[in-house]
């Protein structure tokens, strides 16, 4: 294994980065493991990149939205006439131009491009404006005058779920569900406010017989905002007959899918173009700014209609998930783990949205990394009177890592064994499936534990060691997730001109992550080219080729195999021409800097002889590459995951136990690449997700007040890390056990850096002060109540 380490800063707390490397053997790829610049550098630099908010047509009109002040009401009356002869407005979008749009989501059909009946949160949208500048839509939208009937209004999972819980769908909407396998199933509207529900079981239940101990625990996570420095924004040109939009989304083919049913259309009358983006984290999938847009502009006769929204609207588009999780775990007094059930409750808020895939997962990974003799978990979405809750980085996995690393650790007290020694006597060993019919375990485990437990010395600590009313404390945490989505296709397609110029052609967005420049890089490495030589073009369903979506770490893993494939499928083209031209084996025969090269030494230039057979205008040679793993009815969730994401950390913290204040000395991450494609984006990727972690386990939290008003909605009142909150040690270690399934061995890595950092950073406590956290954030206040909570044994 070879392992590639940086440091953020550096024991001493001087800054800047060193990357240290272990001895390996000679590279075996020319680029592949590289730490190349990345091709979209200079432009966004020198701010030539382009962006969703940097898009403008002709005559462009711009869109502005009013929203509901109520969690629940049924709208009673909306009068627009007097926004309508504003000067300056040329739309105005109520129910009342709704008639024929249908909703949509994930699984579940049920939010509508703009209210009609009734409103389910505060800021759900009532009316839309499209005018000739945002000032006088804004105007606009004070003289629209909108009458409501107050409903009762349901917040938390708990009150949603209660006896005589308002009903906020009284009529079920339409859902669907996909073909589960051995072990997984699902149900719609299982019960009221429930309009999905996941279960998981393997193994025999009889087992909880052979159990000594069986511990019960509820643990909470909070509700998180994306916070991604773009917000949501299209701009689209439509009429009743086609649509065209540029947008800001990860998935181009999915949204066109679901703009061809809210709009009845066809999906070769919709075209999706996608800049680059401005982050996602999850939050810009599925339809956000579109339908309002696209609407607006077909009552506009199809002038283009820009919606972009605000910082404080994107806090009421979509969230990740609160949730309250229950495990119970049945042990051997020796600590050998036999039974684990769980039952997940999902904060969904007012629409489906992505709630029901993130259910299926949160309830799929709820085993975490170990073995089990039987499984049995439940997952269900519950619909509250709140922001609607989607898919964010994680999705899923982090909900449940939180909750089955933390009982890990209570189980570990109890027994009265290590917490380091107990997760490795458990942890699944490499190669072994993570449940019957779904693939093996593709990183070890326990090595990863060892490594990010030797980068803070935990072995070493004095737990408790104190400091007048400080204490100091390790902890160290796993969190695994099934990568590369579910059942997921991927196409790409490789063209090379005649003077040997790349064009790479696949739906993979770039919101930051660094997918294009890795997709070149990896068709520079088969064509044996300059990586300069190599294009990613722009994005574009009419003619780029199929993706399910830039989610679930798949960019590498998923994508990069069809791009693989697809330049390996052009250069064996390009070879077997050239055979008839030259004479060549295109067996031996090497494809480099466009010139055919002979194992004898001849050297055949391309270019020339292209000129000469095609004419002045040359050719082009174009291949295809696809990749999708292949269904198994074995699976639970319809095909074995592509690869494992893994993240491992240790953390080391001071709690004042005067005040509850929770300062991280040390963080240490690490994910297992497979194979590194370009060492600084790898780097990025693990940096990143922690920060992420960081945020989840001590800041970010979206606070409601009684009346269901999100009270911290904009950058200012939102908490999260700042640069002085970045332990002054913090070493992000990216491993190669090179057993991936992705091009050259890779894995993905976008997501599995955030599982393990909450509960590590909870388990320093414990190890710190005894006291033991439940809830997310760990705000001082949390910890000074689990310390009074620890003081008198409870």
Request: proline content about 6%; overall charge negative.
């Amino acid at each position: 294994m070879t392992l590639v380490e940086a440091f953020r800063h550096d024991v001493d707390g001087t800054d800047g980065y060193r990357v240290h490397e272990l001895p390996t053997a000679p590279p075996e790829h020319r680029l592949v493991g590289r730490d190349d610049p990345r091709a979209d550098a200079p432009a966004k630099v020198t701010g030539r990149a382009v962006y969703g908010t940097d898009i403008a047509r002709a005559g462009m009109l711009h869109a502005k939205v009013l929203r509901s002040p109520h969690a629940h009401a049924r709208i009673v009356s909306i009068d627009a006439a007097a926004a309508r002869e504003l000067p300056g407005v040329h739309a105005v979008f109520t129910r009342d131009e709704a008639d024929g749009l249908q909703c949509y989501g994930t699984m579940v059909k049920d939010q509508p491009a703009i209210a009609v009946d009734a409103v389910r949160y505060v800021g759900d949208v009532v009316a839309a404006v499209a005018a000739v500048d945002e000032r006088t839509a804004l105007a606009a939208l004070d003289l629209v005058d909108v009458r409501y009937e107050i409903l009762p209004a349901v917040f938390d999972v708990d009150d949603a779920l209660a006896d005589g819980a308002p009903e906020i769908f009284p009529e079920e909407p339409f859902g669907a569900l996909p073909l589960y396998g051995s072990g997984a199933s699902a149900s719609l509207r299982p019960s009221r406010n429930v309009p999905y529900e996941f279960r998981y079981e393997t193994g025999d239940p009889a087992v909880w017989d052979q159990c000594d101990r069986i511990f019960e625990d509820t643990f909470y996570y909070s509700r998180m905002n994306h916070m991604h420095l773009e917000p949501f924004v299209t701009v689209a040109e439509a009429t009743a007959d086609e649509i065209e939009v540029w947008t800001s989304t990860q998935s181009p083919f999915n949204l066109r899918k679901e703009l061809s049913r809210v709009f009845s259309l066809p999906e070769n009358r919709i075209r999706v173009h996608v800049p680059l983006l401005g982050g996602g984290f999850g939050a810009k999938n599925g339809p956000k700014a579109d339908p309002i847009a696209i609407r607006l502009s077909q009552l506009c006769g199809g002038r283009p209609v820009r919606y972009a929204m605000t910082t404080e609207e994107v806090f009421l588009t979509v969230s990740q998930h609160a949730a309250k999780i229950v495990v119970k775990s049945g042990v051997r007094n020796d600590g050998t783990f036999v039974a684990r059930q769980s039952s997940v409750l999902l904060n969904g808020g007012a629409y489906a949205e992505h709630s029901p895939a993130v259910a299926e997962k949160a309830g799929y990974r709820m085993p975490g990394a170990y073995r089990w003799k039987h499984i049995d978990s439940v997952c269900r979405v519950v619909t509250t009177n709140t922001v609607p809750a989607g898919a964010m980085r994680g999705f899923g996995g982090t909900q449940a890592t939180w909750a089955s690393e933390r009982q890990v650790d209570l189980i570990a007290q109890r027994l009265g064994m290590s917490p380091y020694e107990l997760r490795v006597k458990n942890l699944k060993a490499l190669g072994e499936e993570f449940v019957p019919g779904e693939s093996g375990i593709d990183s070890d485990l326990e090595e990863g534990m060892r490594v990010v437990a030797d980068a803070v010395g935990y072995h070493e600590r004095t737990p408790g060691a104190a400091d007048g009313p400080r204490r100091r404390g390790m902890g160290v945490a796993v969190g695994v997730k099934d990568g590369g989505g579910i059942n997921k296709p991927a196409m790409a397609r490789v063209k090379v001109t005649s003077r040997g110029d790349v064009l790479v052609n696949c739906a993979l967005t770039e919101m930051g992550q660094g997918g294009h420049s890795a997709m070149c890089q990896i068709v520079a490495e088969v064509l044996r080219c300059s990586p300069d030589r190599v294009v990613y073009t722009k994005i574009d369903t009419d003619n780029t080729p199929f993706d399910q979506g830039t989610n679930a770490s798949s960019g590498v893993a998923v994508m990069g195999q069809a791009v693989r494939s697809a330049a390996e499928n052009l250069r064996r083209q390009v070879l077997d021409w050239a055979a008839d031209q030259f004479e060549v084996d295109p067996r031996t025969a090497v494809l480099e800097d466009w010139t055919v090269h002979e194992p004898g030494g001849e050297v055949h230039p391309l270019f020339p002889t292209i000129m000469a057979v095609f004419g002045n205008t040359g050719f082009e040679f174009s291949a295809d590459g696809f990749f999708k793993a292949r269904n198994d009815s074995r699976a639970p969730l319809e095909a074995p995951c592509v690869f494992w994401e893994i993240g491992w950390a240790a953390a080391e913290v001071e709690v004042d136990i005067e005040t509850g204040q929770v300062t991280v000395l040390q963080l240490a991450v690490s994910g297992d690449a497979g194979k590194v494609i370009n060492k600084i984006a790898c780097r990025g990727q693990d940096e990143g997700a922690a920060v992420f972690g960081l945020a989840q386990a001590l800041f970010e939290e979206m606070r409601y007040d009684g009346d269901g008003e999100l009270l911290n909605a904009e950058a200012l009142l939102y908490r999260v890390p700042l640069a002085e909150d970045i332990p002054d040690r913090f070493v992000s270690i990216t491993q190669e056990q090179g057993h991936g399934a992705g091009p050259f061995g890779a894995k993905g890595m976008g997501e599995g850096g955030m599982l393990p950092v909450a509960p590590a950073i909870a388990q320093a406590i414990a190890d710190a002060t005894g006291a033991q956290m439940h809830a997310l954030p760990m705000t001082p206040a949390r910890v000074f109540s689990a310390l009074e909570q620890s003081s008198r044994g409870l």
